[in-house]
């Protein structure tokens, strides 16, 4: 018997183009998927499905949460001296040091290095992360971090760092999570914390220099998996910096009067760099004033405020009295009050004054620390011990108080 194909009915036409439509839609979302997802190459790389092979225990010791074959700390870091690891990942510890000793350009990622606190006597050199094998709690300032306002992050869409308590009881700064920097503070567990972040981060398009991270509302798409911080992401995280090719960080001009130093603390702005920080350190950014009129006098020094295009601070990275910046400083970078699109990229121009476009300025946290740890004590980005009234030098302190040496 001949099988005569039935005519289809316009029902069946139109279900059929629909699924054709539908698929389309799918198969670009898989392709684009695909071209900005953070993560490359075969699964085995990172995961292993029984932490088995041949019998044997695969990647660090023991079963790692999501399959995985590391830890944060275990894909992190590097016995060489190059920008990534051996699972592709951005060093944050040259477990054998840094190329020179040195922080920075070709020597650290833009957060700095965790090197320096694993070694003897380095606890006020980073932060003390518990992940990181051989770093104990900081013998001097013990596990609740310098600062710490418990109500910092209440309400906070990602979380409650430590839950709120008055202090951190035993314990220890981890790499996310509720005790931890990256992630959702509402689980403990550091890899559940970015869940999700690595393969829908949107960084590593080809031909792509710079991703904005403007949306801060998941894990992925917040500046380096900062949930809810908003900055543009450098696509070498600063590897190669130059004054026109870098991170920029994400500060605004909060002029609160309830900044001051008294019981009552606001947080207006809750996607800044320094904000991020203020999540541990509150205090450190909302007790900063001595009165209720907002400005000089400070109590604590001023951070998420604009640099003034006037007095010293109009010469910022320019000492030569001609009242006009010079370009963006590596080592004392300011922060932008708008994020930039991933076209306009990062920028070498400072703007004093300026607390409204992508070439403002911006006093931020990081402008004189790193984020996880540095040569120097309280991770800064420069010697301390060296900025002296009339040394004549122009580095550190007076990149931006221009007339202080
Ligand atoms: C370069 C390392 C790397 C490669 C390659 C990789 N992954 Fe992952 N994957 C991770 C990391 C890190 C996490 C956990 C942290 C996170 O989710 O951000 C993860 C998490 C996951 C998760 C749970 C979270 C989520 O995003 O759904 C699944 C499922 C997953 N990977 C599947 C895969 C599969 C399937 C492949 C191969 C096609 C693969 N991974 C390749 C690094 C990798
Ligand atoms: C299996 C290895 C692996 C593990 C485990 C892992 N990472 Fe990553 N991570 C990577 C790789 C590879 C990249 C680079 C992906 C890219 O941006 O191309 C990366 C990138 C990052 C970035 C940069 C994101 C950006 O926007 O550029 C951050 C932040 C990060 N990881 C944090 C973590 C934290 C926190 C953990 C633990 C909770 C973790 N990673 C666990 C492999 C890993
Ligand atoms: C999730 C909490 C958390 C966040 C966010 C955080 N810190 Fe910390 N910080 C701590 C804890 C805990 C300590 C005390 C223990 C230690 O030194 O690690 C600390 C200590 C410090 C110290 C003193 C280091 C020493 O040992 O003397 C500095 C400086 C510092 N933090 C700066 C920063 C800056 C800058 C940022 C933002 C880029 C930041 N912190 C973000 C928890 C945090
Ligand atoms: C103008 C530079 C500068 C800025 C901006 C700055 N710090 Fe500091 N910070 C320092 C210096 C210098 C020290 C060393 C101690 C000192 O001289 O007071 C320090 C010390 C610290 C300490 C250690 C305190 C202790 O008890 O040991 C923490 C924590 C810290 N800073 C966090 C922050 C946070 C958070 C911000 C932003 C809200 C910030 N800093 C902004 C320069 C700065
Ligand atoms: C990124 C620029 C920048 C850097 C770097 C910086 N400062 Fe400041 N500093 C400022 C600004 C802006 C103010 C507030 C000025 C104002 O209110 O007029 C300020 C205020 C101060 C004040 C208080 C002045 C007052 O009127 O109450 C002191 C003291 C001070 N800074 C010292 C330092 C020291 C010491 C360092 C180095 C550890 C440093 N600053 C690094 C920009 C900077």
Not at 156 to 170: D, K, L, S
Not at 224 to 239: M, P, T
Not at 256 to 266: F, H
Not at 315 to 339: E, F, I, K, W
Request: charged share 15%.
């Amino acid at each position: 018997m001949g099988t005569a194909t039935k005519p289809k009915t316009k029902m069946e036409v139109q279900i059929m183009s629909k699924l054709l439509i539908t698929f389309m839609v799918f198969l670009s979302i898989v392709l684009t998927y695909n071209y900005a997802g953070a993560v490359a190459g075969q699964c085995s790389n990172c995961h292993t499905m029984h932490d088995s092979q041949g019998g044997a225990d695969q990647g660090d010791s023991g079963a790692q949460s999501q399959l995985l074959l590391a830890s944060c700390a275990g894909c992190h870091t590097t016995s060489g001296a190059g920008q990534t690891t051996t699972y592709g990942a951005p060093a944050v510890l040259h477990s054998a040091g840094t190329a020179g000793g040195a922080q920075g350009n070709g020597a650290t990622n833009a957060g700095g290095d965790f090197y320096w606190v694993t070694q003897g006597g380095g606890d006020a050199k980073g932060h003390n992360v518990a992940d990181i094998s051989g770093v104990s709690a900081d013998a001097t300032i013990g596990r609740t971090p310098p600062g710490w306002e418990p109500n910092a992050t209440s309400g906070f869409t990602f979380g409650q760092v430590a839950g709120g308590a008055a202090n951190w009881g035993a314990n220890q700064l981890t790499c996310a999570g509720t005790y931890g920097c990256h992630g959702n503070h509402t689980t403990a567990n550091s890899l559940q914390a970015i869940t999700g972040a690595h393969h829908n981060n949107a960084n590593t398009g080809s031909g792509i220099t710079a991703t904005a991270a403007s949306a801060a509302n998941t894990v992925a798409n917040s500046y380096r998996f900062l949930g809810g911080i908003k900055g543009l992401e450098d696509a070498d995280w600063n590897w190669n910096e130059t004054a026109a090719s870098h991170n920029e960080y994400y500060g605004k001009n909060d002029t609160s009067t309830e900044r001051d130093n008294d019981t009552t603390d606001t947080y207006q702005f809750k996607e800044t760099s320094s904000y991020f920080c203020a999540e541990c350190h509150g205090f450190f950014h909302s007790r900063i004033d001595a009165d209720a009129t907002f400005g000089s006098p400070w109590v604590r020094h001023p951070t998420d405020i604009v640099l003034p295009n006037s007095g010293e601070y109009d010469d910022y990275n320019s000492d030569n009295g001609d009242d006009t910046a010079g370009s963006y400083s590596l080592q004392v970078p300011v922060a932008r009050p708008v994020v930039p699109t991933n076209a306009e990229g990062s920028s070498s121009t400072v703007s004093p004054g300026d607390s409204t476009t992508r070439t403002g300025a911006i006093v931020m946290c990081l402008s004189c620390h790193r984020a996880h740890g540095s040569p120097y004590a309280d991770l800064l980005r420069w010697d301390y011990t060296t900025i002296t009234v009339g040394a004549g030098t122009t580095t550190g302190c007076f990149v931006c108080h221009t007339d202080k040496n």
